[in-house]
């Protein structure tokens, strides 16, 4: 078993490798990829946090940006976005406009983030399942890893979630340890004071590690021992000094100023759509919802199972599982900002782990239901191969409908403009009207286009407009996010379209209309043109819904 364990694990293990760089290849710069490289990099070559650090610790930034110093891409320092402090204008020029490649940088950045955030969890997922379980439950746990899409793609992105949910579970996996010398202590407070360094809600470590002390304390027999005074006060002071090294000492106030301008955004919400609502202070039900629909249903059962299972007879060691995944999910319930299930990925690999344990005990009871559940598990995941970032399980159908469920980074992220670029050129790269949902340049990937209304951090001038008509075929591009308005004033900009059907649903997020015979989609579509300023294109969709004159 062990010979065939370790090769059934280096399978998994490079199976998910494969897959999240199957994903990486084929999406374009999601919304703030950009931002995040820009900044990280701009901090490790001169040591002042300035472009992004108001939004987010520096750490996740700079880990995605070090793979980028040998490539040694020109940092703009004297540029006027950057030198305004103008984030996402700078990181576009930085992208865009330098003389090493965008796809090279961002997809190296992508890369190195996957190998590396990968193997962390990998490595302590597995380590913490062998412990609770040995062979069955860490297989159980490569294999939901493997094929767990949110987690997948989102460690594949240059952005602060994967670092931060890492170094999140590796603190508890190592308090989780039964025995905790003075070194496993300081190691964990300095894993806690790098996630702090990482992203800003890190600050939830602080309560759920005491809340999980306590508990285990609790429920040790009597007499109890001492509370381990000792290793907390060692851990606490590992996490200040890792935290002060994260922001080179002197600039230790930032964080604080950061934490409180973040607080302060939050508390003012975003709007949030959620199956046809929308919200500014979110939705009670969002989270839920996100978790229910976006997690494999076979990881889900044998989570739940295990989960039903532990509360009937607690247990110090599991206590480690159960109040950060719940305490997290629960902290994300109050939450007014909610634009994507990624704000949910430190509780995911706890997720992982109880769904192994239980997929181990059902091993014991029922060999066949847990082959089955993995043959699910597997299938489930791989039919949205490779757009890992819009899966939804079987619930709502599949990812097909599920722009009338959630948006945003749920689901359309900006990652489909490569999609659209790739489908067009096919087609003979014929231009197009373009309302994206995103940051990246529409041109980087030969799109000709006339911006319709759309939502961006970068606003692109578009020199000399195409006239998708003159071509005689007339084409729309619409991202799911703004075609269902979450950031429009107008909720009905795109509500027309919803009774057409695609010509193609490119990668799930991009919806690409031809309407070239309907001449009521050209009438409206026309009056969006003139709107958005291209009279000249309005005036010839116009004068193709005419009849032809009689001869």
């Known amino acids: 078993m062990r010979l065939q364990g370790r090769l059934a694990l280096a399978a998994l293990l490079g199976l998910q490798a494969w897959l999240g760089l199957s994903f990486i290849r084929s999406a374009a710069p999601t919304y703030d990829e950009a931002v995040h490289l820009a900044s990280g990099y701009s901090y490790l070559r001169t040591g002042r946090y300035r472009l992004n650090i108001m939004d987010h610790p520096p750490l996740a930034e700079m880990w995605a940006a070090l793979p980028l110093l040998p490539l040694g891409p020109a940092w703009p320092s004297s540029h006027p976005d950057c030198m305004a402090n103008r984030p996402y204008r700078c990181s576009d020029f930085f992208l865009y406009q330098n003389r090493v490649s965008a796809e090279r940088m961002l997809d190296t ?233 990624r704000h949910l990925l430190p509780m995911m690999p706890f997720l992982l782990l109880a769904a192994a344990c239980g997929a181990a005990a059902l091993w014991t009871r029922s060999r066949a239901a847990v082959l089955a559940l993995g043959l699910w598990l597997a299938a489930s995941a791989l039919r949205v191969h490779p757009h890992q970032l819009a899966y939804f399980n079987e619930l709502i159908g599949g990812p097909a409908h599920a722009h009338a469920w959630f948006v945003d980074s749920t689901l359309d992220w900006g990652q489909d403009l490569k999609t659209l670029g790739q489908e067009l050129a096919a087609m003979g790269a014929p231009p197009i009207y373009l309302s994206y949902f995103g940051c990246a340049d529409p041109a980087a990937y030969g799109i000709r286009y006339v911006p319709l209304p759309t939502y961006t951090n970068v606003d692109r001038a578009v020199a000399d407009a195409p006239d998708p008509a003159a071509s005689g075929r007339v084409l729309l591009a619409v991202s799911a996010t703004n075609l269902e308005a979450n950031y429009f004033a107008d909720r009905e900009l795109f509500a027309w379209l919803k009774q057409r059907k695609p010509l193609k649903v490119l990668g799930y997020s991009m919806f690409l209309y031809d309407l070239t015979e309907d001449e009521e989609a050209r009438g409206r579509l026309a009056r969006l043109a003139d709107a958005s300023g291209f009279p000249a294109q309005a005036k010839n969709l116009v004068r193709l819904s005419k009849p032809p004159a009689r001869g």
Request: proline share 6%.
């Open 109 to 341: 950045a992508r890369v190195f983030a996957l190998l590396t955030l990968g193997g962390l969890l990998s490595f302590s997922l597995l380590r913490w399942a062998w412990a609770l379980g040995g062979w069955p439950t860490a297989l159980a746990a490569a294999t939901a890893s493997a094929f767990c899409p949110v987690l997948l793609s989102n460690i594949a992105l240059v952005t602060t979630d994967g670092l931060s949910a890492a170094l999140f579970f590796l603190v508890f996996w190592l308090l989780s340890s039964e025995k905790r010398s003075l070194k496993r202590w300081a190691l964990a407070g300095a894993c806690a004071g790098l996630a702090l360094g990482s992203k800003f809600n890190m600050i939830l470590l602080v309560p759920l590690a005491g809340a999980c002390i306590v508990l285990e304390h609790l429920l040790r027999p009597k007499p109890r021992p001492r509370l381990p005074w000792a290793g907390m006060l060692a851990a606490a002071a590992a996490a200040v000094l890792s935290l002060a090294l994260v922001y080179r000492f002197s600039q230790l106030p930032l964080y604080f100023d950061g934490l409180s301008a973040t607080l302060a955004r939050l508390d003012r919400g975003r709007s949030t759509f959620l199956h046809g609502g929308y919200s500014n202070q979110g939705f009670l039900l969002y989270f839920p919802l996100a978790l229910a629909l976006k997690t494999p249903l076979p990881t889900l059962l044998c989570a739940l199972g295990a989960a039903v299972s532990w509360l009937k007879g607690p247990r110090r060691e599991r206590v480690w599982i159960l109040v950060p995944m719940v305490g997290y999910f629960l902290a994300a319930l109050a939450s007014k900002t909610q634009i994507g299930v």
